[in-house]
């Protein structure tokens, strides 16, 4: 698995619920970040962290918010879902030391 | 910020053809470039990089090259074979201050057997 873990798998929201997508890896890689992805779109980069107590915005930041207390975990949550958030959400890992990143098995969320 | 451009959208060959798929970057800065394969309803799995001191890779019947000049790069498949169908992703990474990665947007690729 990557060493990736995420929850739920499949998620159905209703506009303006929030919720919270898990991610979590068995090791001490320092960055972690969320991607999602649409068709004919690609991953996009939602937020990304560098460490413990350090985030930064990707490239579609916009109706997410993310933490990292920990190593191990960096939840994405979600304010007050919209249908533009319909999408598949990665979860990713990667080490300092070379610029592989490994992905999480994903989420899929729908929001009606 | 960086710009991955990826060509073609879909593919088809048959069994046993070479496969190739471009893609091209706009930073010049950016220093690693994956590929991805996801099947479907599965995560993107890394099969192959390259490094920006590198010109080309091989790993059995999968290659890169890269051309920092033109600043493209391509996946070559040798000798396909129907498990290769998939979705490939190229990606570059600029490494400034954290290993931002800018995927292209993919390529679908069929092998008929």
């Given at each position: 698995?990557?060493?990736?873990t995420q929850t739920p798998k499949f998620q159905v929201l209703k506009t303006g619920q929030s919720m919270t997508l898990q991610c979590a890896q068995d090791m001490n890689h320092e960055y972690m970040s969320w991607y999602r992805q649409d068709p004919g779109m690609g991953l996009r980069l939602i937020h990304y962290s560098v460490g413990a107590g350090i985030t930064d915005q990707g490239e579609v930041p916009n109706g997410y918010n993310v933490s990292r207390s920990t190593t191990e975990d960096f939840p994405l949550r979600l304010l007050s879902a919209a249908p533009s958030q319909t999408s598949v959400y990665f979860c990713a890992k990667g080490q300092g030391s070379s610029y592989e990143q490994y992905f999480g098995p994903g989420t899929r969320l729908t929001v009606t | 910020g960086e710009n991955v451009e990826q060509h073609p959208s879909t593919l088809s060959v048959q069994e046993g053809d070479s496969a190739v798929i471009k893609c091209t970057y706009s930073d010049s800065a950016?220093?690693?470039?994956?590929?991805?394969?996801?099947e479907l309803g599965k995560r993107p799995q890394l099969i192959i990089d390259i490094r920006s001191n590198v010109g080309e890779k091989k790993d059995q019947r999968i290659a890169v090259t890269l051309n920092k000049t033109a600043k493209h790069f391509s996946l070559h498949i040798t000798e396909t074979q129907p498990e290769d169908s998939a979705v490939y992703f190229c990606a570059a990474l600029s490494n400034t201050g954290f290993q931002k990665l800018v995927f292209g947007t993919g390529t679908r690729l069929l092998v008929s057997p």
């Open positions: 698995n990557a060493g990736v | 950016s220093n690693y470039f994956p590929w991805y394969k996801q």
